[in-house]
């Protein structure tokens, strides 16, 4: 059983920045095998995937619209989850969920491929 609590959601001009987190609650040989990944959906649009983390080697990846912007991040000691979002636009807007995966067979990047769920943080970007 993984659990997930997302903050630091909020309103920001274009141009702005915000950090998410992600506190994360699991057995600790759990977390070994686990993918944490950002996942955001927009008012009558699918959900889509962010960014993803490896917890144990801390291999990362991106999704084009938001790669050289934000930047996944993991603290095993507080096992918190950050993903920092600079130069934010007004069409980052959107809940974003924080997922996880135990031990995922593919690339991690979908959200059929997680099985945890956080309730998710709103983030508004005006411009």
């Known amino acids: 059983q993984v659990q997930l609590v997302e903050s630091g959601g909020g309103l920001v001009q274009a141009g702005g920045s915000l950090r998410l987190s992600c506190a994360a609650s699991?057995?600790?040989?759990?977390?070994?095998?686990?993918?944490v990944g950002w996942f955001r959906q927009a008012p009558g649009k699918e959900r889509e995937f962010v960014a993803r983390?490896?917890?144990?080697?801390?291999?990362?990846a991106y999704s084009d619209s938001v790669k050289d912007r934000f930047s996944i991040s993991r603290d095993r000691d507080t096992k918190t989850i950050y993903l920092q979002m600079n130069s934010l636009k007004p069409e980052d807007s959107a809940v974003y969920y924080c997922?996880?995966?135990?031990?995922?067979?593919?690339?991690?990047?979908?959200?059929?491929?997680?099985?945890?769920w956080g309730r998710g943080t709103q983030v508004t970007v005006s411009s």
């Open positions: 699991a057995r600790t040989a759990t977390f070994i095998e686990l993918v």
């Open positions: 997922a996880a995966a135990r031990a995922p067979a593919g690339r991690a990047v979908t959200p059929a491929e997680y099985y945890y």
């Open positions: 983390i490896g917890w144990d080697y801390g291999i990362t």
